[in-house]
């Protein structure tokens, strides 16, 4: 049986810069910024692992409440 790792979930919304920003690592372990080409941006940390990304030119949302869901693949 595998054991479970909790991991804390950072979620940010700029109504202004119309922004959405996950982390699922610590931010201050982001080293570097690489934007996708589809208005996302992944921050990494000095390995090159993921620790948050940014969906640019998130709109369409009125109200202050943000549903977001999660979903664990196995790897």
Known sequence: MKSKTLVDIKVYYDREGN????WFGNPADEYVAEETGEEIVLMKDREGKVVGFEKLNFTGHVGDAIKVAFETVAV
């Open 19 to 22: 922004t959405l920003t996950v």
